[in-house]
């Protein structure tokens, strides 16, 4: 009897040490969905890739619903890394208390976003005023909260200066609106927009750019606080060896929009974290 019971305990043990092994060699990668869900597969794979054959372990994209929906699969430890915003990654912090930014694109210590309007009368923000707008997500850093904390630094409160203020939920799709006259202007990230004028994918005999916000920290590459802290580390390493001078990883890194990919640390998102207080979206 004793015997069988310390093989019934050496099995389970087996066991657990079995999915705990198989847990460790999947490594959960999603991002914000401020893009089209193929859109954001498609840049991701092949950095999924690369980063499968620099960590020696399987790299699953899991796509997620909404904005919040990476900050609650963060904190619950179903997701490992996530792609996030200044503001999803403030959210995320704030949840968690030990949720860790470890790169950024160079680009990233100074966004920016653009204020777009397919009226060639539209000179400036003033010129929309009573008239239609849309933000992205009400969650995007780029797409809603830093636009909307300049524009209050400027005395513009948009629920009140503009007839009506819709929320797109994705930079493209702000885009599209704009283009097709379903509001009279709008607000995406800088990215995005010069991503879609270099595709051929907006009209700019129609759609211009009017505005450019002040520069801000935007986007970075997050892992849980409870990630393998050496695993962790590889992650950074791996991002940071993305030489533009390689073709395979230029390839990579054109895809995310990137220079290059630098080292990031939560107090630079401390501004976006006073914006969105600001802005009455942290308590």
């Not at 043990?13 to 597969?41: F, G, H, M, N, R």
Request: no cysteine; charged share 20%.
């Amino acid at each position: 009897m004793f015997k069988r019971s310390l093989a019934l305990v050496a099995g389970i043990a087996l066991s657990v040490s079995a999915v705990v092994s198989q847990a460790a060699e999947v490594l959960k990668v999603s991002a914000i969905p401020d893009e089209a869900p193929t859109e954001l597969l498609r840049k991701f794979k092949p950095l999924g890739a690369y980063l499968e054959q620099q960590l020696g372990m399987k790299v699953e994209f899991v796509p997620v619903a909404d904005y919040a929906a990476v900050v609650e699969s963060l904190a619950a430890d179903r997701l490992d890394m996530a792609w996030l915003g200044g503001f999803t990654f403030v959210q995320t912090r704030l949840k968690t208390g030990n949720a860790i930014p470890l790169v950024q694109r160079e680009q990233d210590e100074k966004f920016t976003s653009k204020f777009i309007s397919a009226d060639p009368a539209v000179k400036s923000l003033q010129d929309l005023k009573g008239k239609t707008f849309a933000f992205g997500s009400v969650s995007s850093t780029s797409g809603s909260l830093m636009p909307r904390y300049f524009m209050q630094k400027d005395g513009i409160v948009p629920e009140q200066f503009f007839s009506r203020v819709a929320y797109s939920g994705a930079h493209d799709a702000t885009v599209a609106w704009v283009q097709a006259g379903k509001v009279d202007g709008g607000v995406l990230n800088a990215s995005v927009w010069q991503k879609l004028v270099d595709a051929g994918k907006v009209d700019t005999s129609k759609v211009k750019v009017f505005a450019t916000t002040p520069t801000y920290y935007d986007y970075n590459w997050t892992v849980r606080g409870t990630l393998d802290p050496a695993l962790a580390e590889k992650i950074k390493l791996a991002f940071l060896a993305l030489d533009p001078a390689n073709p395979e990883h230029k390839a990579i890194l054109d895809l995310q929009a990137a220079s290059r990919f630098i080292t990031t640390k939560p107090e630079n998102y401390q501004g976006i974290e006073e914006a969105a207080r600001s802005a009455g979206l942290l308590k």
